[in-house]
């Protein structure tokens, strides 16, 4: 029995990442998402891709991806690649995608929400500590999280409509 349930356990351990990486699947989940941010206007919208140097292979990725504009929903993402030690730029943005170390740092989410950026990232650990206003997953189904007090402390506000869709902490 013993030599069934540690190989079994220890593949689960290793399928299960401790944080999964952005995918453009994610991205258009997010850009419909930023279809329901109240005050926003026109179709474009500028993320700002915060990342560290663990994860610059990865932001590089979702900045191609958003070459010349991705389309999600009612919205166009383009990309702004932002170095963590740069979070002065994250003004302006719409959104603000954290990506390693970036998802969860209190310098990133203060220069953000002082900005009045929407924080998300695909840690959900940093919509759960309240230093991303959403969390998304879109695999194996979609989920999206949002944290009331990181949307308020960020000035973000979504429409009513958006609600029936998203579990709220």
Not at 53 to 75: D, F, H, N, P, W
Not at 82 to 89: F, L
Not at 92 to 110: E, P, Q, R, S
């Amino acid at each position: 029995m013993r030599k069934f349930i540690l190989p079994a356990l220890a593949g689960l351990l290793i399928s299960t990442p401790a944080m999964a990486e952005t995918t453009q699947r994610d991205l258009e989940v997010i850009g419909r998402a930023l279809g329901f941010v109240e005050g926003a206007s026109g179709s474009d919208r500028t993320v700002a891709i915060v990342y560290d140097a663990g994860s610059e292979a990865e932001a590089q990725a979702l900045a191609s991806a958003m070459a010349g504009g991705l389309s999600a929903g009612r919205v166009t993402l383009n990309a702004r690649l932002v170095p963590m030690a740069d979070t002065g730029s994250i003004s302006g943005a719409d959104a603000a995608v954290l990506l390693g170390g970036a998802a969860g740092d209190a310098g990133v989410f203060g220069a953000a929400s002082s900005a009045g950026v929407m924080t998300v990232s695909t840690d959900m650990g940093c919509v759960e500590s309240a230093q991303c206003v959403m969390g998304v997953q879109s695999a194996p189904s979609v989920r999206i999280v949002v944290n009331r007090g990181a949307a308020d402390s960020s000035s973000v506000s979504f429409a009513a409509a958006f609600a029936m869709m998203i579990e709220e902490i």
